[in-house]
């Protein structure tokens, strides 16, 4: 079962590590970059990343960092080691409260609005700064996640 639960902490860190850096990449290179281009195509290049994203890689990695998380959490807490799993369910609380959430009403319904939407000024002065906000709050829940994992591999280790 230690053997388990080290699988589970290492795929919690390498896949909250990849989306932390997904969003991240998007709220300081890709939003900013699609802002500072005609907001026409910027409309016409996130309706195409949208359509990109969703695909099982991403949906993997997004879907198992709360799995990987809790799953850590509740075998160091069958294993004995109750402060690691606290650590490791709180952060895939954090994930969902922090990225599914946000995810699911506000991020995916915005694009949505703007996949339907006619490329233009207007669709994009409606979606860049609200998505962004949202994203940004995305970012530091993924991010503040693989921070409480990491804290929870430390704690597993005695703090060594």
Excluded at 116 to 135: G, H, I, K, V, Y
Aim: proline share 5%; charged share 10%; glycine share 8%.
């Amino acid at each position: 079962m230690t053997l388990l639960a080290l699988a589970a902490v290492l795929l919690t860190i390498a896949l909250g590590c990849l989306m932390a850096g997904t969003f991240f990449g998007f709220s300081v290179s890709v939003i900013p970059g699609l802002d500072a281009i005609d907001p026409t195509e910027a409309v016409r290049a996130m309706q195409s990343m949208n359509e990109k994203i969703l695909n099982p890689l991403f949906l993997t990695a997004f879907v198992g960092v709360p799995l990987a998380a809790a799953g850590a959490g509740s075998l160091l807490l069958a294993l004995g080691h109750r402060a690691a799993g606290v650590l490791f369910l709180v952060a895939a609380a954090v994930y969902v409260l922090g990225v599914f959430l946000p995810t699911g009403a506000v991020n995916v319904p915005m694009n949505d609005v703007l996949a339907a939407a006619t490329p233009s000024p207007e669709a994009w002065a409606d979606f860049s700064a609200r998505w962004a906000r949202w994203n940004a709050l995305r970012t530091v829940a993924s991010t503040l996640t693989v921070v409480l994992a990491a804290l929870g591999i430390h704690v597993w280790h005695g703090g060594r």
